[in-house]
Each structure stands twice: as C-alpha cells, then as structure tokens.
C-alpha cells in the first residue's frame, strides 16, 4: 500500500475508531489473488470485545462504501485487534502491558526477559524473574535502549481479578 494511501486511509478511519473508543494500532492492504484486503487493528487500555469491533466493522464499511478511498475494485475488510504477540511500538502499549511478561532486545543485542512494574515517559520499571530458586530482581531500562519488545504468552497468568481477591 503506498503512503499516500495509508495516509489517506488512516485520515479517513482513525476518527471513526476514536468515536467508539477505541485506537487504530494499524492498517494494511494487501492483494489475495484479484481481490485486496483491507486489514484494521483496533485496541483500548481495556481492550476490545467482539461488540465493539462489530460496532467499528460497521462504521468503517459504510464510510468506505461512501467514498472512493479503497478505488473501484472489490475488497475485503478485516478487523480486529492486535494478537497475543503483538510487537510493543507506541508508549500506550508498554502501558496496556503493565503486569504482563515482555522480552526486550536491547540496543546492545543483549535480552531481557522481565514483568513490567510501571511506565514513566523515559522508561520502564521491570521485574526480571529469579533463576534456580533465586529472588526476582529490579531493573530499569530507558525507551531509548530497546530495539524491539513484544508480550510473552503465559499459560498459568494470574488474571488481575483474581490477584485482588
């Protein structure tokens, strides 16, 4: 998709899915065959249920139907939210990550795998697990020297309802 069209579309979209609360994460054409699909992610700090990406699904098709913003082809529209795995990019999403398991590649190649404590404008707050039976540990690491984070998938999470009971 060029920019010119991203951009466009993205002008477009953003206030539709900011009406109904929730933040474009992201937008992506892509060809399948003769047809294109048009794939939007939508998140919110409290995340997105199945109503509401229904409810965005709706607005957004009508306003793409209404314009010629995707020309005169057939297309498909997809959306949804980010997956479990998803890449940590913007500061709304270290924070939305807050509790959860992350591994940071550092600027230095080195790896950390940690729990995010707290998020400040600079950095992050981090709980690095213990090894062998060994305490966890704090570490602090600044916005600046991380090249990639994403959430780690964890099978036996407590959820938070069921850390303050």
């Known amino acids: 998709m060029s920019t010119t069209q991203s951009d466009r579309l993205r002008a477009l979209l ?3 899915i900011a ?6 994460e992201e937008i992506e054409v892509a060809s399948v065959g003769r047809k294109r699909v048009l794939r939007v992610v939508v998140d919110s700090d409290e995340g997105a249920d199945l109503d509401q990406v229904a409810d965005v699904s709706r607005a957004l098709s009508a306003t793409l139907d209404e314009t010629d913003a995707m020309g005169e082809g057939e297309y498909t529209l997809e959306v949804g939210t980010p997956g479990a795995e998803r890449p940590l990019t913007e500061h709304r999403h270290y924070v939305r990550a807050t ?3 992350v591994k940071l590649q550092l600027n230095d190649d080195a790896e950390v795998v940690a729990r995010i404590l707290a998020v400040d404008d600079d950095g992050l707050d981090l709980e690095v697990p213990g ?3 060994r305490k966890p540990t704090a570490r ?3 916005f600046a020297d991380v090249a990639k984070a994403r959430v780690e998938i964890e099978f036996n999470r407590k959820d938070k309802k069921e850390e303050e009971a």
Do not use: I, Y
């Open 14 to 16: 953003e206030p539709l």
């Open 19 to 24: 009406a109904q609360g929730l933040d474009l």
């Open 140 to 142: 602090r690491v600044e």
């Open 131 to 133: 090894v062998k039976g």
């Open 99 to 101: 509790g959860r398991l």
